[in-house]
């Protein structure tokens, strides 16, 4: 017999058992896959570069001809414009409207006195002008029918119908009363400037600030007594003290033996005990012409280029008296950078450099190192932040991070 022809479902792939023998290894895969991916995350987070701690300052250019130090002195910081405000009377305090701290106009009010007796008073000086007033507006009209009364016994004395003795009494009253208002006018006037007194007494409860200025000092409190003068006792001599900001500037003593390298308008170099990283420029106002013998110095003004928020009455300051030097002494371009910046590597002065977040050591040439700064000539440019604190374990093309101060 022959064989049986073969039919087209003989000729189908059973799909079924490929797809069963291929899915297990693909899942095997993937798991390989993300197992992978895990175990170089895991290998990048724990050999990252972690940025180092540093922190940094900018280059400063000097001009040519640097100032030379001929004095170093002390002193502090004054105002020139400071006042305690008081009051004109002597009254009690009913309300203080500033704090220490509050920033106060011309002319502002600062507090208020008790003014109860004192608007009593000009309500008594009003009633009496407005008295006098209404005796003279009584006195006019007698005056007016009096003149009216004498123009009628003139005439008929002129065609002699009455005697002499009617037209005098009639001269006479008419005088009198042109007497009694000229006294009233003049009565209103003074209780005009009585009342005028009493305004301005009211108007002295309320004190004022004499100029623009910051409170420094709340003196007294709601409830005390306030007097111009001192009484003893709990009477207060003022509501609180204004210092005018813009008037501050530095107040040093200086010794008569080296008075003669001070002259006024020369350059100073300023330095507030608070902040003594920062060197602020000043000038010499003036040289007060006395010298104080149990001491033996002379006082001297010394006023800011710039004033600054950071400035404070009585602060501790540093100054240094400048002169210009002679060119020739130093380069025609030199930097300044703090004294912490230069390190040695290798037997050489470098700094480091931050560019894109890298620190790079850069070879410099030191000129002078005075106090906290050090003078260059090569090595940096103007405007660059060079590291001024870091650890030791700081070296090139290390990732930095600047921290605040």
């Known amino acids: ?36 991916a895990l175990a170089a995350a895991a290998w990048w987070w724990f050999h990252r570069e972690t940025p180092l701690p540093v922190r940094t300052a900018t280059v400063r250019e000097i001009a040519s001809g640097q100032p030379t130090t001929l004095l170093n002195a002390s002193g502090y910081v004054t105002a020139r414009r400071l006042a305690t405000v008081s009051s004109k009377i002597t009254g009690k305090i009913v309300e203080v409207l500033v704090e220490e701290g ?59 119908i009455i005697s002499p003795a009617d037209l005098d009494r009639a001269d006479a009253n008419a005088r009198a009363l042109r007497g009694r208002r000229d006294r009233q006018l003049a009565e209103i006037a003074i209780a005009e400037r009585q009342l005028d007194v009493w305004r301005q007494q009211l108007e002295d409860t309320i004190i004022r600030a004499p100029f623009a200025g910051v409170v420094t000092y709340k003196n007294a409190q709601p409830g005390e007594m306030i007097s111009p003068m001192s009484s003893g006792g709990f009477t207060r001599t003022g509501v609180c003290t204004i210092v005018d900001m813009s008037s501050l500037e530095i107040e040093i003593d200086v010794n008569e033996s080296y008075i003669n390298r001070v002259e006024a308008q020369q350059p100073v170099v300023a330095t507030l005990d608070s902040y003594p990283d920062w060197k602020i420029p000043a000038r010499v106002i003036a040289i007060i012409p006395s010298a104080d013998r149990q001491k033996a110095t002379v006082r001297v003004r010394v006023g800011f280029d710039q004033l600054d928020p950071r400035i404070l009455p009585d602060m501790g300051v540093k100054v240094a008296f400048q002169a210009a030097p002679d060119n020739s002494a130093y380069p025609p371009r030199h930097y300044i950078v703090p004294r912490t910046a230069v390190r040695s590597r290798n037997g050489r002065d470098v700094v480091y450099v931050v560019r894109d977040r890298r620190a790079t050591s850069r070879a410099v040439t030191i000129i002078s190192k005075v106090g906290d700064e050090a003078t260059l000539s090569a090595g940096v440019s103007t405007g660059e932040r060079i590291i001024v604190e870091a650890p030791e374990s700081l070296t090139d093309n290390t990732l930095v991070a600047d921290q605040p101060r």
């Open 1 to 36: 017999m022959s064989a049986p022809r073969p039919s087209l479902e003989g000729l189908r792939i059973d799909r079924t058992k490929a797809s069963a023998t291929r899915g297990p290894s693909t899942k095997l895969v993937v798991i390989l896959v993300a197992l992978l």
């Open 102 to 160: 509050t920033r106060v106009d011309e002319g502002q009010i600062l507090a208020r006195l008790d003014d109860s007796n004192t608007r009593a008073s000009l309500a008594l000086a009003e009633a009496q002008v407005a008295a006098a007033r209404t005796a003279l507006a009584e006195t006019d009209a007698n005056l007016a029918l009096a003149e009216l009364e004498l123009r009628r016994q003139t005439e008929l004395s002129n065609r002699e």
